[in-house]
Nanobody, 123 residues
Framework: QVQLVESGGGLVQAGGSLRLSCAASGRTFSSYLMGWFRQAPGKEREFVAAVTRTGGITYYQDSVKGRFIISRDNAKNMVFLEMNSLKPEDTAVYYC????????????????WGQGTQVTVSS
């Protein structure tokens, strides 16, 4: 099993930056595809970004491409989401998730989830 704990959320003005972190427990962290999802009020949870087991390949939702960067440090069991040029529409609870698949953008294919961290972008 993998336990995930997110941190780094907060309130930021439009155009600003935040860096989210996700700490994972367990000795098999490097065997999981890691992703970030977000859920805004009244909306479904949506895929934001994912990084493969070795960190060699990353995937992004179109709306965050060029602004967000996902990365991982397998030695420290950590995954990060650097968010730049933030917009009010990025406001949501952000979740870290782990999947046993080699690639997925589907929330149903992620097996483990963190509790989420709130990101609020003011205009």
């Amino acid at each position: 099993q993998v336990q995930l704990v997110e941190s780094g959320g907060g309130l930021v003005q439009a155009g600003g930056s935040l860096r989210l972190s996700c700490a994972a427990s367990g000795r098999t962290f490097s065997s999981y595809l890691m992703g970030w999802f977000r859920q805004a009020p009244g909306k479904e949870r949506e895929f934001v970004a994912a990084v493969t087991r070795t960190g060699g390949i990353t995937y992004y939702q179109d709306s965050v491409k060029g602004r967000f960067i996902i990365s991982r440090d397998n030695a420290k069991n950590m995954v990060f989401l650097e968010m730049n040029s933030l917009k009010p529409e990025d406001t949501a609870v952000y979740y870290c998730a782990a999947s046993g698949r080699s690639y997925s953008r589907s929330r149903s294919e992620y097996d483990y989830w963190g509790q989420g961290t709130q990101v609020t972008v003011s205009s």
